[in-house]
Structure formats: structure tokens, C-alpha cells
């Protein structure tokens, strides 16, 4: 056993980055002093499951509990120290202010390295109404509780913020029976994608009986019987209780006071070994700014995977300086499941491309998500953001009724190594018919960039409103008849007969060719261009952008 | 339209590298004539899928006719001929020569440029008994509709060949309610894999009532009322009938009798564009050798992944050589599923590195294929194989209940990137409770890399026979009771007693420790080891060497 005098770490914080940079410090020296400072009764709780037990969909509550202060002991002899408030840094003298929240007491806690990883705060903003108990934020165990108990008696809840949290929600209320409205003060749910490929998850929430109030921000509750929820629209929606989730706050209150360095957006600035300003103290998890891998710039990720990473880093850097590696930076990978669709993104959206001034193209694929000819295939949409200049991917967004997380995993790998295009063209992923297919949508992506970077396909993401250009749909006429592409004038001519029939077209107009998929326009501007066609295909086809069930043939009488 | 002379592109076999060559042509080209051979009746149908439609898994038979001449006219305006055999090559008249297999009438039809995708031919090795009718093989859809009409008055039904069709027919003779003997000349199931890997299949198909003959090749086959497989071992296997799924041929007769290069084992050479040794006959798909993207040498794969996009790029080659990427190399990612575990590779296997000479290391973990706090969590088990000296990924195995295909798909991916142990550590792949893991088993199995280069931990794949190593159960002693570690002289130690309870240890002898997962093993050899023990810990666990099925805890009563 190392006989040197052992090292005093000190962590604020014991749920994702805090729990994670223990258990590791613990396996790499089995002699320091370990101490963890918890200002809630919990440690290293599953806070990602906590929609999951409100809907009853996670039966028991000590499921969630992943660690307690005793397991912690006996596993790792680690001092944990719940009910705990780090009040105050002494970085001179290397020690932290503790206040115990019963009893008010405080002392103070000696460091050689310390570790802050206090979390988010669900925002609150000050809006009029907001205090009454009714309006709920989810964070912790007792908070969960609450929500728990407060759902036994209502039967309308009203959920203000469509992210991932408050999708999660939405759908596990609509599991208990209620009748949900969710408001989002953007036009579309879940804000990190793209417009276009959220409408499944829109059209399946809709169906599950919820209730969208989007694009209209909340001004405040009215407090009733019910408490009424007062949007920018003037717009009321009734309410037995609210959910409130609409972003959170680093907490960087002990950071800020200790005069560390904070990054633009008050978040406690870092270095790739998730040092603070202070060589001794680090910081992990949703109160930092991290490095984005996609733009190389300063961004933030409040998610339990790099939340983890990070923690273990900070031990890593602490107790085996020479082999720790640098931090990577974080891709923003994230995913939600409502009822049967499930959408998410690895590294950026088109949005935030085109925000941040940057070079890109995109293109949206359908497919299904194993053979199609195996029973049970579901389909899915991929859309996919790539460097013009180098061909390297930049981001990706999938949704679907089965497959999502499967393809997002693939491409966050694919980003993480830096892929491109013609990369992901390549890709040789796992095929049997009930696990894929021959050509991967992933496979479909690449070919379809590249076809795109090489002039072989101009794809437009919207029908021009545009009198000159001609619309052609290449649906079979049945098909196109029973769904019509929502547009004036359009022209149908089944690609089967496109190559005879393609004198009732104007060459010296453009054509932007229209299918369900996005696969037969791309056919048919194939066989335009090659007789002198400007012509566009509607990347995505009509389900990635009008109706994510348009079907791509007529059932079989 | 282009006014140049159509370029003759004549392509002999139509399923997954000739489909796929012409119908990128045409995209490519609408002016070339194309013109498709096939020996059979049937092009570009899924015969992936064959193994399903004989289980009734997949009930249409027209589902598997993917294209027809018809549709193949229509969609793509090719010339579409089956029936017809090519049987030789002109080289330097730039000519093949036809045969109509019904009538035996002859042509010669020219070239500009000829893409030989013959694909490979069921084995059947000259043993006695071999040409009895009841021995089947399945490449096409007569022979699927022969193996198909077989079972209906079949009781019984021996598959030779435990490979991934053997696997596929095992599983779907049972689902049709027939007794199966899978009959295998390597001691395993799914020889490609390593063995530990394939011990929950082996459970899962005995499971489902599939009797195992495993390390027992056939010797021949006597007839009678029954068809009886008579093994080496003198074993014999009445059945009504026979599959032999034992490997195929790559049909190569015409490429060798027109003086093409053949690599060492038979198959067309190729370069990185499928060129034959002539410029302008290329070959894909099965009868190639291909590049393998691991070992960087000469490789087979026969795989419906890799001839699609091997025929893609014949005809970017030919038709926009400019633009054309070099293939980069084959992985052979494959998989398979048996009623409900899955099982795969991608990349190299340990004894495929060991026959090799390269230098390698190993490791083997455990864990759920989403939290394991939320229902419906699934065992699934990951083994990795890396380069110690660049890190770099050599190839990855898994085996599961569930999420088998993503796992090996992202390390499919980081396979094609070169990412090595580090990477993997730092994915940051999809979390949600329902998708994955906040640590995802592919980032413990980069963890647990990265500890075993770092020396953190010496993984053992095996409890040594060896009276001075102190093996070290460290479950909790009711589960060390209830299933106990096939091995004399165990130690039971549960982990949170280690560290007072190791003075029990002699500090002087080796010491092994084992668990269910390979996890909590780690924990204490790190406890151990700091504490001056030469410790070891089993990789994988119990689950991965001795019982798949190994539970991690006992029920809660």
C-alpha cells in the first residue's frame, strides 16, 4: 500500500460527474482521503428515469436510487456526506465551507484537490404566478415525488417546454390517463433539431391525444381552483398542475464567489483535463462550458454521458496525470422516445449551422429501418449535415418508429472519428434481415451526399412557389391521386413512364420532381438532367416535409 | 442527351453486385446499353431472405422478388436476360458468348466494358450418399421452394454447417415445429467467432430443443426410408431430409478459362476499383478477393453488404472514373440471430489475429443493452480486440438479447475510422433510459482497454489449473452458494469485505478474482492489487467463459 501521505479529494456534488470521479479516484488509489458533499439526501441517483417512475412505467422507486451513501462505503470506503451544503472556497488555504442544511452548522473541509460538480437548476424564471406550489420543476428524487403524488387527483397538466425532458413527460402523463397540453414557445417540439424532423414526433404526440401549443411563450399562471397557464398569445390553458421544463442554470454560485474563471455564458470555464482557473480545483458536468467537437468553439452539454466521462477524467488527471488524455469535446448526442417515435441529433443541426455563418449541405433519406422485405419493418428518416469543402460530417438528426438510436450512435461514432461522406457510403454495418439492410440508410445518407457533392442530384428541401418551375410527381397515378402533393399545377408522370412521356415538359423550365421518399425523384431528375433538365428533387420527399406518413405505395386490395 | 455512342456494358449475374452495378449505371448513364445476364430466373431478389420465407417468418413469397426483368425494363430500361449462361469470354474481341440454358442456342453478345458477378455455389463435397435429392443446398429461390415443399411432411431435419445460413434454417425449422440436429465440425456454433462468444447461442438453441453436434464433421450420407448423416465420430443423424450450409465456391470458370488473375485461393482478382487483371472486365461480390480494411491483405467475404457497393463502384468507375473512390477494404461485419439472441463480428476475431502473428490484447465485459434500471434491460456481451501498440481497434464481437446490431455497427464504424481504445472510451453515444446507458458498453469496453494498457488491470480469459493461484469469488455469498465458480479451492471474499478480509490472502501467491460480469472482479483486483497482490482478473466474468446465463444478482424474494 503507498505509504506516502494520502490525498485529500473533495467533491461538491454526488449525483452524474461527482459519483463517477469518486468511484474512479477510488480504483486508482485505494489510500486517498475521498470525500463527497451532497446538498440533497441522495448520491448518484438516476436522474434520467425520473419522467419513467412519475408515468409508472419504472415501478420501483429504489430502482432509481443507484447508489446510497452505505453502498458507496462498502464498495468504494468513500465519505459521503449528504444533506451537506458547500457554502464558500478557500482556495489560499486549500479548504471548503460546509454547512450541514438540518442543522445549520458549518466547518471546515481541507482539499489537496477539489472537484465541484454541483449541477443545473431547472429554470424558474420571474414570471407572475410562478410561486404557487402547483408549478413543478424536476430534478431531484423529492421532486419526482411530488410530481408523483401531485398526478393521483389531476386530470389536466399542462407541460411548458418541449425538449427532451418535457417530452418525456408529456408521454408518460398521457400513460396515466391525463389529458396533456405542451407549450413551446418555438414553432416545432424538441428545439436542438430541425423543423422538418420533428413533424413525426408532432404528428404522434397529437395522436396520442396531446394537446401542442407551439410557438407561443408562457407569461404567467393564474391561480384558480386549477392554475391556468397565461401564453404570449393570450391564449389559457387550464391546468390541475404544471411541469415546468424549460431549460436549466449552472450552478455557479460557489465558482463565481471563489473567483474562478466563468465562460460567456456563466458557466465555469475548463480546460481539456476539466481544470478551472485553479490548477487544484476542477469542475464537471452541466455547470461547465466544455469543448464542442463539431465547431472546435466553447459550448455547453448538460447530459449525463459526458457528465460521467468527465468525472472519471478529473480522477484520471489527478491520480495518473501522465495518462490522462485530453478531453475530446461533446457532440450534444441526444435522443427521446415518445410513444412509438424516437428522435434525436449528434453534433449540429442545419439551424445552428447556418447561425453560426459556417459552409454546408444536407440531404434527408427514408428507409426502413431492417429489410424491407422482413416483417415488422418500420420507417425511418435521417437528415445529414456534411463540410462541402472536406466532405466531414457535421451533424446528424434521425427520427423514426424503430433503428433511431442505432443510426445516431453510428454517426456520433462517424464524428468522433472525423468521417465523411464518401466514409459513410463505405460503412459495413451488420446485415440479416431482421437487423438491416443490405444498404444501411446510414449507406443511403453517403451515397446521396456524394451524389449531391458530384452534381448528380440538386436537392431543394422545399416546393418553390414559383410559376415558371414545373412540379412533377413520380408517384404511381393512384398513389398520387389518393395523396396528392400539397401544391398547384403539379404534373404526374410515373417514373416508369417519365422517359417516354417527358416531351409534355418544358426543357427551358425548371422541374423540381416530387415522391414520397425522395429516392424515385431522385431517379427522375436523373433522367431529366441526362436530357437537359434544371431540375431539383425534394429531398426527403413528401414525408420529411409535409406528412411523415405519406405512404410510399398503395396498400394491396 | 448525350450523342457520344452508347457505351456496351454487359454484366453476367443479376443479384446483389450485378443489380446494383446496372441500376447505378443508369443513374449514371441513360444513354448506355446495358445488358444483364443471368443463369437463373430470378434477378436482384433477397436472398438473405430465403432462410425466412422456408421458416414462414416471412410469409410472401413475392416479397423476395425484389426486381423483376419487367420492373428492371420499366424502372431502368435494361436489357434483362435470365436463362441465359455466359460461357465464354473473347477478351480481345471485347465479346462474351451466350447460351440460352433451355434451348442451348448460342451468341455472341459485345463489350466495352464486362462486370462478371457470378457469386459463389453452395459446397458439396464429393461424399457418398451426397447426391441423394434429400440433400439440399439454398443460393436460389427453386432451391428455397424445394427445401420449403420438404418440410411440410418433415419430422425431422439435420443442418450440416452451423455457420450464419445453418444458424438461420436451425432457428426457422423450429419455429415450423421440427426436431433439428445442427451438426458442426468445429467445436462451436458460428465458427467465425470465438468460442466464449457463441456460448449463448449454443444455450439459446438447445434452449429451443436444437440438438448440438458440435467438433463432427460428415463422412457421408446412407438412404432409406430416412436420409442418416453418418458422422467421423461414427455418429449417426437420421433426418427427412438435409441442409448443407458448410461454405460456398466462387464460380470462377469463365474468369479462369479467359486467363484472368486469381488470387491464392481461387477467387477474381481485383484491384481497388474491380478491375481484372484486364481493364476492362471487372468482377464483384462473392467470386472476388477483396482487401481486408484490418489485416490490409487479400481477403473473401462473401457478404450481400459488400457486393452492393462493390457493383456501385464498378460502374462509378466506368462511367465517372474521375469521381471514383477506391474500395477501402472489407470488414466482414456479419450477424445473425437465433430465436432471441443475437450474435456478430466486425473486423478480425482473438484466433483469427493469433493464426496470424499479430500482436494483440483482449478484453471481454458485460452489461445491460439499456439502463438497467428501466424495464425491459437485456444482457448483452461485448468482446474487443486491439493493437497494444497503436491502440488501434482489430475487430469486436458481441452476443445478446437485445442491441446486438447497434454495438456492432458503431464498432463496425470506428473500425472504418481507425479509432482506437481511447476513442472508444469518449463516444458519446444516444442516452435515454429506453435507448442505452449514460456508459454504454462500448465505452466500459474502451474503459477496461485502456485499464489493461495502462495496467490497472490484467484481464485473464481463463481460471488457471494451477494450485498456487488463490482464486477469489467476490459475489455476495449467497449467490457465490447458490452458483458457485466451477473450480476447486474457491475463496468467496464479496467485494465490500476485500478490503478487511484480505490479510485471509497470501500475499506471496497469485490470486485470480471472479465474478458474475467481470466488473466487480476488476474492482477488487484493484483493491488488491494496491494492496501488493499479483492479482488477475477473469474477463467477462462467469457469463463469458463458463454459463452465459450466470446471474449478477439472486431474485429478491
Same mark, same amino acid.
Given at each position: 500500500?503507498? #505509504?506516502?501521505?494520502?490525498?485529500?479529494?473533495?467533491?461538491?456534488?454526488?449525483?452524474?460527474?461527482?459519483?463517477?470521479?469518486? #468511484?474512479?479516484?477510488?480504483?486508482?488509489?485505494?489510500?486517498?482521503?475521498?470525500?463527497?458533499?451532497?446538498?440533497?439526501?441522495?448520491?448518484?441517483?438516476?436522474?434520467?428515469?425520473?419522467?419513467?417512475? /412519475?408515468?409508472?412505467?419504472?415501478?420501483?422507486?429504489?430502482?432509481?436510487?443507484?447508489?446510497?451513501?452505505?453502498?458507496?462505503?462498502?464498495?468504494?470506503?468513500?465519505?459521503?456526506?449528504?444533506?451537506?451544503?458547500?457554502i464558500g472556497i478557500d482556495r489560499a488555504g486549500k479548504r471548503v465551507q460546509l454547512r450541514t442544511v438540518a442543522s445549520g452548522a458549518t466547518e471546515w473541509l481541507s482539499y489537496d484537490k477539489l472537484l465541484l460538480a454541483p449541477g443545473a437548476t431547472p429554470l424558474r424564471p420571474n414570471l407572475p404566478g410562478i410561486e404557487d406550489p402547483r408549478v413543478h420543476t424536476l430534478r431531484s428524487l423529492q421532486d419526482m415525488d411530488r410530481i408523483h403524488g401531485a398526478t393521483v387527483s389531476a386530470q389536466q397538466i399542462a407541460v411548458v417546454g418541449a425538449g427532451f425532458i418535457g417530452l418525456e413527460m408529456a408521454e408518460q402523463f398521457v400513460r396515466l390517463g391525463k389529458k396533456v397540453t405542451l407549450i413551446e414557445m418555438l414553432d416545432q417540439v424538441l428545439p436542438p433539431l430541425d423543423r422538418p424532423m420533428t413533424l413525426l414526433l408532432e404528428d404522434e404526440l397529437r395522436r396520442h391525444g396531446v394537446e401542442l401549443a407551439l410557438g407561443d411563450g408562457i407569461s404567467g399562471f393564474e391561480r384558480g381552483n386549477q392554475i391556468t397557464c397565461l401564453l404570449k398569445s393570450g391564449r389559457r390553458v387550464a391546468a390541475d398542475f404544471v411541469v415546468l421544463s424549460i431549460g436549466v442554470r449552472p450552478e455557479t454560485g460557489l465558482a463565481r464567489d471563489?473567483?474562478?474563471?466563468?465562460?460567456?455564458?456563466?458557466?465555469?470555464?475548463?480546460?481539456?483535463?476539466?481544470?478551472?482557473?485553479?490548477?487544484?480545483?476542477?469542475?464537471?458536468?452541466?455547470?461547465?462550458?466544455t469543448h464542442d467537437l463539431v465547431g472546435r468553439n466553447p459550448t455547453v452539454v448538460a447530459l449525463g454521458g459526458p457528465a460521467n466521462r468527465e468525472g472519471r477524467l478529473v480522477a484520471d488527471h489527478i491520480f495518473r496525470p501522465a495518462s490522462a488524455k485530453p478531453f475530446p469535446g461533446a457532440l450534444g448526442t441526444a435522443i427521446v422516445r415518445a410513444f412509438e417515435v424516437s428522435a434525436g441529433i449528434t453534433g449540429w443541426s442545419e439551424k445552428r449551422i447556418r447561425a453560426a455563418g459556417l459552409p454546408f449541405r444536407c440531404v434527408t433519406v427514408n428507409d426502413n429501418h431492417h429489410a424491407g422485405y422482413f416483417p415488422g419493418a418500420k420507417p425511418i428518416?435521417?437528415?445529414?449535415?456534411?463540410?462541402?469543402?472536406?466532405?466531414?460530417?457535421?451533424? #446528424?438528426?434521425?427520427?423514426?418508429?424503430?433503428?433511431?438510436?442505432?443510426?445516431?450512435d453510428v454517426l456520433a461514432t462517424a464524428l468522433a472519428g472525423g468521417l465523411t461522406i464518401d466514409d459513410l457510403s463505405e460503412l459495413e454495418l451488420s446485415y440479416a434481415p431482421p437487423f438491416g439492410s443490405a444498404k444501411? /440508410?446510414?449507406?443511403? #445518407?453517403?451515397?446521396?451526399?456524394?451524389?449531391?457533392?458530384?452534381g448528380l442530384v440538386d436537392p431543394i428541401d422545399t416546393i418553390p412557389d414559383e410559376p415558371s418551375v414545373q412540379v412533377v410527381d413520380v408517384r404511381p397515378a393512384a398513389l398520387s391521386k389518393a395523396h396528392p402533393v400539397p401544391h398547384a399545377g403539379v404534373i404526374n408522370i410515373p417514373l416508369p413512364e417519365l422517359r417516354k412521356r417527358c416531351s409534355e415538359l418544358d426543357a427551358s423550365r425548371p422541374v423540381v420532381t416530387v415522391c414520397a421518399l425522395g429516392k424515385t425523384s431522385y431517379f427522375a431528375a436523373r433522367i431529366l438532367a441526362q436530357r437537359g433538365f434544371r431540375v431539383q428533387s425534394l429531398t426527403g420527399g413528401l414525408r420529411a416535409r409535409f406528412d411523415p406518413r405519406s405512404p410510399a405505395k398503395l396498400p394491396t386490395p
Open positions: 500500500m503507498n #505509504a506516502s501521505t494520502p490525498l485529500r479529494f473533495v467533491i461538491i456534488g454526488g449525483v452524474a460527474a461527482g459519483a463517477s470521479a469518486a #468511484a474512479r479516484a477510488r480504483r486508482l488509489d485505494e489510500n486517498a482521503q475521498i470525500t463527497l458533499i451532497e446538498r440533497g439526501p441522495d448520491v448518484s441517483f438516476a436522474n434520467c428515469g425520473l419522467p419513467y417512475y /412519475i408515468g409508472g412505467e419504472i415501478k420501483q422507486r429504489e430502482a432509481l436510487a443507484v447508489q446510497t451513501p452505505q453502498t458507496l462505503k462498502a464498495m468504494l470506503n468513500l465519505d459521503v456526506r449528504t444533506g451537506t451544503e458547500a471563489a473567483g474562478l474563471a466563468l465562460g460567456e455564458r456563466g458557466h465555469i470555464h475548463v480546460d481539456q483535463f476539466m481544470r478551472t482557473s485553479d490548477p487544484d480545483v476542477y469542475a464537471a458536468g452541466d455547470a461547465i462550458e428518416i435521417l437528415k445529414l449535415c456534411w463540410d462541402p469543402v472536406s466532405g466531414r460530417i457535421l451533424g #446528424a438528426q434521425a427520427t423514426g418508429l424503430a433503428g433511431v438510436d442505432k443510426r445516431l444501411d /440508410i446510414v449507406n443511403i #445518407a453517403g451515397f446521396t451526399a456524394v451524389n449531391t457533392r458530384e
